[in-house]
T-cell receptor, first 113, second 116 residues
Framework: DQQVKQNSPSLSVQEGRISILNCDYT??????FLWYKKYPAEGPTFLIS?????DKNEDGRFTVFLNKSAKHLSLHIVPSQPGDSAVYFC????????????FGTGTRLTVIP | NAGVMQNPRHLVRRRGQEARLRCSPM?????VYWYRQLPEEGLKFMVY????????ESGMPKERFSAEFPKEGPSILRIQQVVRGDSAAYFC??????????????FGEGSWLTVV
């Protein structure tokens, strides 16, 4: 049962344009959300997070938006750069539950120079 | 300021052998997590440990898999009598476990197990 879903397995964007990666979740108990970036043959690296008390968190070129009513979050990267090409995983957790993260299946972003 | 260290990075085992994967958390982190990524799939939670305790093993297969995090030394994920379906990337992550650390966990570079 996939509680966190990333329905787009891949996305291609031109350099300099905006990349929008989407994520949906089903568990209403989730209250903390994260994005991880993963290069081939490496471990995921933490990118940005947001708690359910907010609807937006920004860090440089990366912004995460949370729509609790729709159980949807998105990661915006602007402007996109070739070095952003990687697999992006959305993750969610519940502070009231076990301290583990539920991951989506990932979206492979390719930024075309 | 070492991150999460995993070894071996690559491991090849024949069917029926045992695989042991080791993980040393980041300095100051007392919580360890193991995740598995099968080919073409996302990361799946396996087990969450604190020193000498298994907190949540709901993602661990019931047979052949075990994990420990002793008082001294690294966390170990042990897979007995490996089968081809165990071939995957196994990622360890750690966190401080303090209330203000949120639920952000930091990953190692992974151990790639290939069963032949």
């Amino acid at each position: 049962d996939q509680q966190v879903k990333q329905n787009s397995p891949s996305l291609s964007v031109q350099e300099g344009r905006i990349s929008i990666l989407n994520c949906d979740y089903t568990n209403s108990m989730f209250d903390y959300f994260l994005w991880y970036k993963k290069y081939p043959a490496e471990g995921p690296t933490f990118l940005i997070s947001i708690s359910s008390i907010k609807d937006k968190n920004e860090d440089g070129r990366f912004t995460v938006f949370l729509n609790k009513s729709a159980k949807h979050l998105s990661l915006h990267i602007v402007p996109s750069q070739p070095g952003d090409s990687a697999v992006y995983f959305c993750a969610a957790s519940s502070r009231t539950g076990a301290n583990n993260l539920f991951f989506g299946t990932g979206t492979r972003l390719t930024v075309i120079p | 300021n070492a991150g999460v260290m995993q070894n071996p990075r690559h491991l090849v085992r024949r069917r029926g052998q045992e695989a042991r994967l080791r993980c040393s958390p980041m300095k100051g982190h007392s919580h360890v997590y193991w995740y598995r990524q099968l080919p073409e799939e996302g990361l799946k939670f396996m087990v969450y440990l604190q020193k000498e305790n298994i907190i949540d093993e709901s993602g661990m297969p019931k047979e052949r898999f075990s994990a420990e995090f002793p008082k001294e030394g690294p966390s170990i994920l042990r897979i007995q009598q490996v089968v081809r379906g165990d071939s995957a990337a196994y990622f360890c992550a750690s966190s401080p476990g303090t209330p203000d650390s949120g639920n952000t966990i930091y990953f190692g570079e992974g151990s790639w197990l290939t069963v032949v």
